[in-house]
């Protein structure tokens, strides 16, 4: 499983854009980079899956350089209930692969200020 | 539609009882997993179903902790003789492996207290 470097911690303040940088520089050719989000006293939550280029949704968007050594996550205009930690896996997403020891680390600690 | 449900929400045990610890997963959903977050830190995996195959249990740290799963529904995890490094929040999650075996629906977990 690809060893996955996040930043411990953010500040940001509402209305701003967020950007955490996720570094994965062992990712494998089958690996897929997805994102969870966490709030307090609550279980992780996908927010995005990328395996190369860009990928949008209604909640962020996640940039892949082509080297794949790299993500970032992209959280357009922050609000306070953005506050959470940020998680960043790297694993093969096909189904025999299932199941290999799954470790989220520590995550980014995001805050947004007012 | 219903997510994942745990039970209990809280559960205070004294050292060395038994624990055992419920998942429901969403329906529909072959794979389940369950993790173990100590407070402050990243989730550690603990096992993980996937349909009829056996379970991959490479995550459980001791021969205390087990986990059976009836078919593709509820999940038990049980923590026998707990000691009070078992203390964490005990979190369930399941997938529909079509989709990626990462995209994963956590429930809200299981905070489990050894006093």
């Known amino acids: 499983l690809a060893k996955t470097t996040q930043p411990i911690s953010m500040d940001s303040y509402e209305g701003q854009e967020v950007n955490i940088t996720c570094s994965h520089n062992?990712?494998?050719?089958?690996?897929?980079i997805t994102w969870y989000q966490q709030f307090p006293s609550q279980g992780p939550r996908f927010i995005i899956q990328?395996?190369?280029t860009k990928v949008t949704n209604e909640v962020a968007s996640l940039f892949i350089p082509a080297d794949r050594k790299s993500s970032t996550l992209s959280l357009p205009r922050v609000s306070l209930s953005d506050t959470a930690v940020y998680y960043c896996?790297?694993?093969?997403?096909?189904?025999?692969?299932?199941?290999?020891?799954?470790?989220f680390g520590g995550g980014t600690r995001v805050l947004v200020k007012p | 539609g219903a997510g994942v449900s745990q039970s209990p929400s809280n559960k205070v045990t004294e050292k060395g009882k038994d624990v055992e610890l419920r998942c429901d997963p969403i329906?529909?959903?072959?794979?389940l997993y369950w993790y173990r977050q100590r407070l402050g830190q990243g989730l550690e995996f603990l096992i993980y179903?996937?349909?009829?195959?056996?379970?991959?249990k490479s995550g459980l740290p001791s021969d205390r902790f087990s986990a059976e799963r009836t078919g593709e529904s509820v999940s038990t995890l049980t923590i026998q003789r707990t000691q009070q490094e078992d203390s964490a929040v005990y979190l369930c999650?399941?997938?529909?492996?079509?989709?990626?075996?990462?995209?994963?629906?956590f429930g809200p977990g299981t905070r489990l207290t050894v006093t």
């Open positions: 999650a399941s997938s529909l492996v079509d989709r990626g075996a990462y995209e994963q629906y």
């Open positions: 062992n990712i494998a050719t089958n690996d897929y």
């Open positions: 990328g395996y190369k």
């Open positions: 896996l790297v694993g093969d997403a096909g189904i025999k692969a299932a199941g290999n020891k799954l470790t």
């Open positions: 329906s529909g959903h072959t794979a």
């Open positions: 179903f996937q349909g009829n195959s056996a379970p991959d």
